[in-house]
């Protein structure tokens, strides 16, 4: 009995923030759907003006869960501007939860709106949010042969033209990180090995193919490049063996007690334009990354292990910026769940939203 009281509360534990999350996901849809609607006749700058402040409203609800409600510390090494930029946000990749990262760090900005995501083409087909985070301004890519180098240049210079504010988040990668999964980790060093780049340890050889066409896309419209490397504290054994980073749902569960993000800001007079050029480029960061996750998981000196090396600062996140999203959308929500017109409100938005964005997607280049 104790046992089943004690999964019981620990389940709770995600399935509490899910339900809200997923639950005000309807509400959300419909009021930007309205939005949409109203806009048609106004600038698209104002639409995308008024857009970027609607889904910071969702986004701070998803943060106050991820930050808040878990009570993770976030650990910054490095300077983040206080202003606003326009910048691709480029990372190492090892969890589910890390897209959540870039929000943390976007919200330390007041630039939570501005985030827009270049995604596996696949997660297109996720109910809702699959259509809405394409209509917010997010790329869906293929992978290698398969990558439309075209339909992504068209997308970001549609809005470079408009002057959209962008935080565009890649994960070069394109495959998360798993130290259980060798054979993906022999294959990324076979193949730096076989094109005669250093082979990595901590991270994947980064594919260069939608980073390059991003900055040099809005290469006139960019401030900088953000470089981010992550990592979750919590994830190397007693024996010194990497395990997996949390998942979303073990992060809710608050089972990753800190997480420590290195930052760099790059000029963009840096990065080169030639293809060639970049791709040396974008591997050396990637080495520079996984020397700093080799500090962290297995460091010379055995006091440093569990931190990437420079100063550091914890930096918490205000209630004021998160908690009145939960309520802004949980009064949007629960009023439709207390009617029976609204119920079915409710699940229509569900079901045709998810059909329409289904059609749009299949549609759609």
């Known amino acids: 009995m104790l046992l089943s009281l004690v999964v019981h509360t620990y389940s709770l534990r995600y399935w509490l923030p899910a339900a809200v999350m997923l639950g005000t996901a309807p509400a959300y849809l419909l009021s930007w759907s309205v939005w949409r609607l109203l806009s048609t006749v106004l600038p698209s700058r104002l639409y995308h003006t008024v857009d ?16 808040n409600y878990t009570g993770v510390e976030i650990v910054i090494y490095g300077d983040i501007p206080k202003k606003k930029e326009n910048v691709v946000y480029v990372s190492n990749h090892q969890s589910t939860a890390d897209w959540i990262i870039a929000d943390m760090l976007a919200i330390r900005q007041n630039a939570l709106g501005h985030v827009r995501y270049v995604l596996k083409d696949g997660l297109k087909w996720l109910p809702l949010y699959g259509w809405y985070f394409s209509q917010h301004g997010g790329v869906y890519v293929k992978r290698s042969a398969n990558f439309d180098e075209k339909a992504m240049k068209k997308k970001l210079s549609s809005q470079t033209k408009l002057g959209t504010p962008m935080y565009l988040v890649i994960f070069p990668e394109g495959t998360r990180y798993n130290p259980e999964l060798q054979k993906i980790i022999n294959d990324s060093q076979d193949f730096a090995a076989k094109e005669g780049l250093a082979v990595l340890k901590h991270v994947l050889t980064p594919r260069m193919k939608a980073s390059h066409v991003a900055i040099e896309t809005m290469k006139e419209h960019l401030d ?7 990592a979750y ?4 054994t007693a024996d010194g063996q990497r395990h997996p980073a949390p998942t979303m749902p073990e992060f809710l569960c608050q089972e990753c007690p800190r997480v420590h993000i290195h930052f760099s800001r790059l000029n963009m007079r840096e990065i080169p334009a030639e293809p060639v050029f970049f791709r040396r480029w974008l591997h050396e960061r990637f080495e520079i990354k996984d020397k700093l996750l ?4 297995d460091p010379e000196d055995p006091e440093k292990k569990g ?9 918490n996140l205000s209630l004021t910026k998160t908690l009145p999203s939960l309520l802004i959308l949980g009064g949007l929500t629960l009023p439709m769940l207390f009617t029976e017109s609204g119920r079915k409100l409710y699940l229509n938005t569900w079901l045709y939203g998810t059909l329409i964005g289904w059609v749009w997607v299949s549609v759609s280049p």
């Open 52 to 67: 970027d402040r609607v889904y910071s409203v969702y986004q701070s609800m998803v943060l106050f869960f991820f930050e």
């Open 224 to 230: 900088a490049v953000y470089d981010i490397t992550v």
């Open 233 to 236: 504290e919590g994830t190397l």
């Open 294 to 297: 080799t500090t962290f998981y």
């Open 307 to 315: 931190r990437f090396p420079g100063e550091s600062q914890t930096s």
